[in-house]
């Protein structure tokens, strides 16, 4: 079962970016090329490719297995990078983590208006940053056609703030 070994895989790092955050390592994962494997078919089942023309993925670890899925079901990737780290032209777009502040950006040209864009994180925890990626989108005149993420971190709501975006939530393991 996929839970079980995502959740033998994940490791807890405690105060980590600061005291009192327990950090949810997705990496030792990398080091199973099957249960790499089984994460891209278990996010991609749930999925109705013909409802989506590309996945964007967050930084950084969004980037880990966001192109493995959009290759999976035969969609272009977008990145979505921290401030200053995109060469052309960019939209950017400032939100509240839990633990500080940051800005996102996309490219200006990174998709056309009215394409339908699956988002894709490792975790989701209070959701600012996916909430930020949605309005990313919505700016560029695309629409979110769903999310994906390893891990949810059930307690912190997350999912609330993208309701108005997608109803379309998928996670492959919860923490209450």
């Known amino acids: ?94 939100y509240a983590l839990e633990y500080g502040c940051a800005t996102i950006e996309i490219h200006s040209d990174a998709f056309a208006p009215g394409s339908r864009v699956l988002v894709h994180d490792d975790l989701l925890a209070t959701g600012g940053t996916v909430a930020a990626t949605s309005r990313l989108i919505r700016r560029l005149g695309g629409s979110v056609a769903g999310y994906t993420f390893i891990i949810s971190l059930d307690f912190l709501n997350g999912r609330a703030c993208l309701a108005d975006f997608s109803p379309i939530i998928h996670s492959l393991i919860g923490y209450d």
């Open 1 to 94: 079962m996929i839970e079980q070994r995502l959740k033998s895989a994940v490791r807890d790092v405690l105060d980590f970016p600061k005291p009192g955050i327990v950090f949810k390592d997705i990496t030792p994962i990398l080091k199973d090329p099957q249960l790499c494997e089984a994460v891209v078919e278990c996010m991609a089942e749930p999925l109705d490719a013909n409802t989506i023309d590309m996945v964007a993925g967050i930084e950084s670890r969004g980037f880990l297995f966001g192109p493995m899925l959009a290759q999976r079901l035969g969609k272009p990737f977008v990145p979505i990078r921290k401030a200053g780290k995109l060469p052309y032209t960019t939209v950017r777009e400032e």
